[in-house]
């Protein structure tokens, strides 16, 4: 099977489902953002401090194909069986955060990314993640986008810190805290 089609030499890609969209559409930025992501999650899983994480950031690699898929998928042409997000996806998030920050000094100032080169990819991968969920959100207000996509995008932003903190932590190394010039 060759990689290249040519089919979208002229600009044009096709949605789950036949459609034909410009690769700039909103819904092509959407899907793709979410790429990038799962893409800078497999760098911070590839990061040596979280070896005991490397199932959880794969599980999270694979939500972030589901919610690409979905964001791929004409939501009024497609007919085929995608896998979906559960709530029991954005709840282990919120226990992995939750057990995370048992271990973390209690935050008192705004963290600047930065401190060690894997603390700056999981703040990398926060920034990308903050972009998909606003891509999300806005490709929502003209097509249909499932809610939960949205919701797991938000809790996955916020994970990404409290990981970013947790890393920092696990390495010894200071967080950098943003001195405010008054």
Known sequence: MKIYTKTGDKGLTSLIGGTRVPKSSLRIESY???????A???????????AARRPLLKEIQ????????????????????LPDLHAADV??????????????????AFI??????????????????????RLAIHLGEESF?????????????????????????ELGVEEVTWQARL
């Open 91 to 108: 709840e282990l998030l919120e226990a992995e955060m939750d057990q995370m920050n048992l271990a973390l000094p209690e935050l008192r």
């Open 145 to 169: 986008v499932a809610e939960l996509v949205v919701v797991y995008l938000n809790r996955l932003s916020d994970f990404l810190f409290v990981l970013s903190r947790a890393m920092a932590h």
């Open 32 to 38: 793709g953002t979410v790429d990038e992501l799962n």
């Open 112 to 133: 600047l990314p930065g401190g060690h080169p894997a603390v700056s990819h999981a703040h990398v991968a926060r920034c990308v993640c903050r972009r998909a969920e």
């Open 62 to 81: 694979d939500r972030l194909f589901t919610i690409g898929s979905a964001l791929a998928a004409d939501p009024e042409k497609s007919r085929m069986k």
């Open 40 to 50: 800078h999650i497999g760098l911070v899983r590839d990061q040596e401090v979280n």
